[in-house]
């Protein structure tokens, strides 16, 4: 798997470690290419000239879609839409379908491990509509058992909004169980997939999810990509959530009917390269392989549990089982702010997440202000976690600890 490390010139800088791969991946060349060939061959406004660089970038940007459709198992292209990130594509759904299905007193349920992006806007949806927010609370080890989730889910349910892997814990979650359930009384699931599709195969046929949201960044793909995958006949149900140039089929001074899906939902200049570049990373993954990025991501987890769990001042979070992580390790040191462990291993050029990971909710159900987090991706190595521990043992150290 290091051979790949070639393709990626920021991981050519052989000082640094980059463990942050939770927030956004690094980017191989192929993906970058991919980009500047199509500001450099076709440039011009998608799906609006009809002259030969303008129907390119229109073809560009459709056949990426095309790709998206089929790295998610979606039955249709006109299932997919391009927005900014999984964030945006959380925001739409919620919006967007509230205004067509939620009612007073019907229930909204959410993982306690649910990411800010996928909190915020059904606590708004329920604000705005007169729903009940209801949590599903996890173990010690992350997981929803059966019996709390039965606690949980019952006939008022309308809504599920879960994510398939928790940014914190790097727990799966149980979203075809999930999506049996609410699915039994009329309602829907909405999946927040940016943590899974980067790190395993997806199908949201299989999972019967009727929304599944990720982002590029996070998959080898551009900033300032994100997709909603969402069921055709939903789609078409569901009001815009912005309006303007070319989501419309025809406007008069009082009324306008808009387009078909999924422009309806892609308002104004859409983020053609972002596509082509989503595109490529796609591309590239599937040369790579799923099956061969989670085994080496269970290596080096496995690795690094095994070092971390020698330390006594050393707290882990989350399952203790290292397939259950999806190269995500949240930590904490005794005695040493997670803000001052980001800071002293950046001393030795090692990158980590420190904070509440957007995630305060669950930093509070587990009794924590804030963690570190490590998180892995395929092109990291064992020499690497090797080196992260080293740096790890000496943070209390340098805050005036003697282990």
């Known amino acids: 798997m290091t051979d790949f490390r070639k393709d990626f010139p920021i991981l050519q800088d052989e000082r640094y470690i980059y463990f942050d791969n939770a927030?956004?991946?690094q980017r191989p060349k192929q993906v970058m290419d991919a980009i500047a060939d199509f500001y450099s061959a076709t440039n011009a406004n998608p799906l609006r000239g009809l002259y030969e660089?303008?129907?390119g970038a229109t073809d560009a940007y459709e056949n990426a879609r095309q790709k998206v459709a089929?790295?998610?198992?979606?039955?249709?292209s006109q299932e997919i839409v391009f927005t900014r990130n999984a964030s945006e594509s959380l925001n739409l759904a919620a919006w967007c379908y509230s205004r067509l299905?939620?009612?007073?007193?019907?229930?909204?349920?959410?993982?306690?491990?649910?990411?800010?992006?996928?909190?915020?806007?059904?606590?708004?949806?329920?604000?705005?509509?007169?729903?009940?927010?209801?949590f599903l609370e996890c173990d010690e080890e992350g997981a929803y058992s059966d019996e709390e989730i039965a606690s949980k889910v019952g006939p008022k349910t309308k809504l599920i909004a879960i994510g398939q892997v928790s940014n914190v814990l790097g727990t799966k979650n149980p979203v075809k169980k999930l999506a049996d359930l609410v699915h039994a009384n009329g309602g829907v699931i909405i999946v927040d997939g940016a943590q899974s599709a980067p790190h395993m195969a997806v199908n949201v046929r299989e999972l019967e999810a009727d929304f599944f949201a990720f982002s590029g960044h996070k998959m080898l793909g551009p900033m300032g990509i994100g997709v909603l995958y969402g069921r055709k006949e939903l789609l078409e149900e569901m009001p815009p959530f912005l309006v303007g140039g070319e989501m419309i089929e025809f406007?008069?001074?009082?009324?306008?009917?808009?387009?078909?899906l999924p422009h309806k939902f892609e308002a104004g200049t859409v983020n053609a390269a972002g596509a082509v570049g989503l595109a490529a990373a796609i591309d590239y993954l599937k040369n790579v392989g799923f099956e061969e990025i989670e085994k080496?991501?269970?290596?080096?987890?496995?690795?690094?549990?095994?070092?971390?769990?020698?330390?006594?001042?050393?707290t882990v979070y989350g399952s203790s089982d290292p397939a259950n992580h999806c190269g995500i390790v949240s930590f904490n040191i005794e005695g040493c702010h997670p803000h001052d462990v980001s800071s002293i291993l950046d001393m030795d050029h090692v990158c980590i997440r420190a904070g509440h990971h957007c995630a305060?909710?669950?930093m509070q159900y587990m009794n924590v202000g804030s963690t570190c987090r490590a998180s892995l991706y395929f092109y990291n190595t064992e020499e690497e976690v090797s080196r992260f521990m080293d740096s790890i043992r000496k943070v209390r150290s340098e805050l005036g600890y003697q282990d």
């Not at 996928?118 to 927010?133: H, K």
């Not at 406007?251 to 078909?260: I, N, P």
Request: overall charge negative.
């Open 360 to 362: 305060q909710p669950l």
């Open 296 to 314: 080496q991501e269970l290596k080096l987890t496995t690795q690094l549990l095994e070092e971390m769990r020698k330390l006594p001042y050393m």
């Open 101 to 134: 299905a939620i009612r007073e007193g019907d229930e909204i349920v959410i993982g306690i491990t649910e990411h800010h992006s996928n909190l915020l806007p059904w606590q708004r949806v329920a604000r705005e509509t007169g729903a009940v927010l209801r």
């Open 70 to 76: 089929d790295f998610i198992g979606a039955a249709s």
């Open 251 to 260: 406007v008069t001074r009082e009324d306008a009917t808009y387009a078909e």
């Open 23 to 25: 927030a956004t991946s």
């Open 53 to 55: 660089w303008s129907v």
